[in-house]
């Protein structure tokens, strides 16, 4: 596991520790979850660029890969996957086909608590996804979304004061 200067590691639980990078000066919070799901493969597949808060009890369900841009805020309880099962009807002794695609959050990304990203989804910079939401989909940069699923409601505007 690679950890960044300025960053420390309180309890947590991580499967495959070398799938994890978390850079310099990230400010975590208790109980969070790496789950690298799958077999031995070279890593990292996690990667925590610097600046990052995570919130308490986040989880990190990953088979292909996250990366969380610079300066972002993730609250607690938030959870990220970037897998699904087919719902394809399949006889009872044949496991569903597996697809995953990776989760790419910008720089300057705020997260509410209990946010859920799913997979394939990229979060722009600066945009902010409010608490409780269920993000399926792309989000481009400055703008806010919220709710199950997740849909715009408003965008950030610069302040010239």
């Not at 890593?43 to 990052?52: L, T, Y």
């Not at 841009?69 to 569903?96: V, Y």
Request: charged share 20%; with cysteine.
């Amino acid at each position: 596991m690679q950890i960044g200067k300025g960053t420390n590691l309180p309890k947590t639980s991580i499967t495959w520790p070398h799938q994890v990078e978390i850079g310099n000066n990230c400010q975590l919070e208790s109980n969070i979850l790496f789950k690298y799901d799958g077999i031995w493969e070279k890593g990292p597949s996690i990667i925590i660029n610097e600046n990052v808060f995570l919130g308490a009890n986040c989880e990190f369900n990953i088979t292909d890969r996250i990366i969380i841009g610079k300066d972002s805020m993730i609250a607690s309880g938030c959870k990220f996957i970037d897998h699904n099962h087919s719902t394809e009807l399949l006889p009872k002794n044949e496991r569903q086909p597996d697809s995953k695609k990776a989760i790419n959050i910008g720089k300057d990304v705020w997260l509410g608590v209990n946010v859920v990203v799913l997979s394939g989804v990229n979060l722009g910079d600066g945009c902010i996804i409010g608490a409780g939401a269920v993000v399926t989909k792309p989000i481009p940069a400055f703008e806010i979304w919220g709710g199950i699923p997740a849909k715009k409601i408003g965008v950030r505007k610069l302040n010239t004061k």
